[in-house]
């Protein structure tokens, strides 16, 4: 699984933004078998340990990710993760440095080339039958006190309705990747995703939000099931890339800001689904190659 948040649309610490890593990953999930909790209470965990390209000077490196999900009763949703590269050419690679990877304090010490991201996420259905749901994620770019600081932000409300002919879901979403100094002088602008060691990445791509890091995004999203095979999903998102004006930005050269619209049809049957998608997006990008303008997209899919 490569999208860990509450959020149907963005992670800030794992999504598809990038391409897959080949990796071991495991998963367990049960329930708990107290009397003291509702009988719908249960828990959640996943690990995962897997190489990324070109996030250690053009060579590979580790990614060691890990996400526990917790839900005492339903609607309310706790998630703690974390994610640390580590390994690669020049770098340990033996049990000490996977152990300080997942458990231990890295910002000093024979492990201090270790990159850690972690954070927490939380959703809530409000209940009484009211079709609203709240969800928020806080990553930290950075590790003080073997706890994360230096955080990067999304938050999002999204209403679904049922009842109606055509069944919809409206959403906003906020996304903030920019980090502001500490008051020790630590962290700052083009923290999010950057460290002195490794990249965040994947062949050149965020494994985060597709923002990257000194960005912004506020987003709307409407999706309706227009029949028992068709769904249709409208985005549109006014995005700032580059803020800081940093000339090393991934995306950008320079700070940017505009629109991007997008609308998208799904079909399924049986087993397959086909899907159609037209955007647009009103400003260039010139380090990701991305122009100004209309795009169509077509991709389909097999379950067996």
């Known amino acids: 699984d490569r999208h860990w948040s509450f959020s149907d649309h963005t992670s800030l610490i794992l999504s598809k933004n990038a391409r897959p890593s080949d990796s071991i990953y495991l998963k367990l999930e049960n329930r708990f078998g ?11 965990f996943e690990v995962f340990n897997g190489y990324t ?32 590269q580590w390994g690669g050419d020049g770098y340990n690679s033996g049990i000490s440095s996977l152990s300080a990877a997942l ?10 080339n270790i990159n850690k991201l972690a954070g927490f996420g939380i959703s809530y259905l409000i209940p009484n039958n009211i079709p609203l749901r709240i969800y928020s994620q806080a990553i930290g770019e950075d590790e003080a006190g073997n706890l994360p600081s230096c955080y990067a932000y999304l938050a999002g409300l999204e209403w ?3 009842k109606i002919k055509h069944p919809t879901i409206v959403g906003i979403e906020s996304i903030d990747t920019r980090v502001n100094t500490s008051s020790n002088g630590n962290c700052g602008a083009n923290t999010m995703y950057n460290n002195s060691v490794y990249d965040y990445t994947n062949y050149g791509k965020t494994m985060g939000a597709a923002i990257d890091t ?3 995004s506020l987003a709307l999203y409407v999706s309706s099931q227009i029949s ?13 890339i580059n803020d800081n004006n940093w000339s090393g930005h991934r995306l950008s050269s320079n ?14 049957k049986n087993n397959i689904s086909f ?29 067996f």
């Open 34 to 44: 107290y009397n003291w909790l509702p009988s719908d209470a249960n828990w959640s």
């Open 160 to 162: 679904t309705n049922s």
């Open 53 to 84: 390209e070109s996030s250690l000077n053009s060579s590979k490196s580790m990614l060691l990710g890990a996400r526990a999900i917790l839900s005492p009763f339903e609607g309310l949703d706790f998630e703690l993760i974390q994610a640390s």
């Open 228 to 240: 028992e095979k068709i769904n249709i999903k409208f985005a549109t998102k006014s995005v700032v």
């Open 255 to 268: 700070r940017k800001s505009g629109l991007i619209n997008s609308l998208g049809v799904s079909w399924i």
């Open 275 to 303: 899907n159609g998608n037209i955007y647009n997006q009103d400003f260039n990008l010139d380090k990701a190659n991305i122009k100004s303008g209309y795009g169509v997209g077509f991709s389909s899919s097999m379950i």
């Open 103 to 112: 458990f231990f304090d890295t910002n000093i010490g024979s492990n201090s």
């Open 214 to 216: 000194e960005g912004t």
